[in-house]
């Protein structure tokens, strides 16, 4: 055994290697004639399985199975004891499992979700919302049209050039239609192109004097 340990550190050393590997073996075998056949009788360990299985030293003598199989509190069919036993690598006397709701996620067949009926609402939603849109717009609108006509008033060129605005039309409303300012404010188009570039006005200052001034100079 000395010299065939001694042989396979001379190959991984002419190698340039520190370990062996399965080649070094085999050369070294050939060159002691021994087939890897030769080995195969000693895969099998001589000793029975029966026999290599520990014993251990138990101390309690009355009967305990009822302590270490308790009755499964939420039913056979989520014991974790049968999953335990299905697995034969796991030693017996290690502890069941817990039970399946602890560690296993439970299929639920979600609820049928009513995709007609939401869209329809969902399409209603939006219709509202823009009929509300419109009545602002639209009220909007007539506040504006009032607006302008009350500053037209101011002036006598820009009262005419109002009616004269408000005469056409009111000659282009459809027929049924009544010529109050709704209507016209509904089918008109107010823009003001040069409203950002027209003089501000300033802020009001308060022309009554202060209480103190008044009674400094009385």
């Given amino acids: 055994m000395e010299g065939f340990i001694g042989q396979i550190k001379r190959l991984a050393h ?9 080649s070094d073996f085999e050369a070294v075998l050939c060159r002691y004639n021994l087939p890897l056949t030769s080995l195969k009788p000693h895969l099998k ?17 009355e009967n305990t199975t ?16 049968y ?9 017996k006397h290690f502890p069941s499992f817990p039970s399946k709701h602890t560690y296993r996620y439970t299929p639920a067949q979600p609820p049928m979700r009513k995709t007609q009926k939401k869209r329809e609402e969902a399409l209603s939603d939006a219709r509202k919302g823009e009929m509300a849109l419109r009545r602002i717009d639209r009220a909007a609108k007539i506040t504006r049209h009032k607006e302008l006509k009350e500053t ?5 060129l820009a009262r005419q050039r109002h009616e004269a605005w408000e005469g056409l039309l009111k000659s ?13 404010a509904d089918h008109s188009t107010i823009v003001d192109a040069g409203v950002k570039h027209a003089r501000k006005e300033l802020p009001r200052t308060n022309r009554r004097l202060p209480a103190i001034l008044l009674l400094d100079s009385s």
Avoid at 14 to 22: G, I, Q
Avoid at 66 to 81: A, F, K, N
Avoid at 152 to 156: H, L
């Fill in 14 to 22: 002419a190698s340039r290697r520190s370990d062996p590997t399965p």
């Fill in 45 to 61: 360990n001589p000793v029975s399985k029966a026999r290599l299985e520990p014993t251990f030293y138990d101390p309690v003598i």
């Fill in 66 to 81: 009822y302590l270490e199989s308790p009755s499964p509190v939420l039913g056979d069919d989520l014991d974790g004891r």
């Fill in 83 to 91: 999953e335990k036993e299905e697995r034969v690598w796991i030693p």
């Fill in 152 to 156: 037209a008033q101011r002036d006598i």
């Fill in 172 to 184: 282009l409303l459809p027929r049924g239609a009544s010529n109050n300012v709704t209507e016209i």
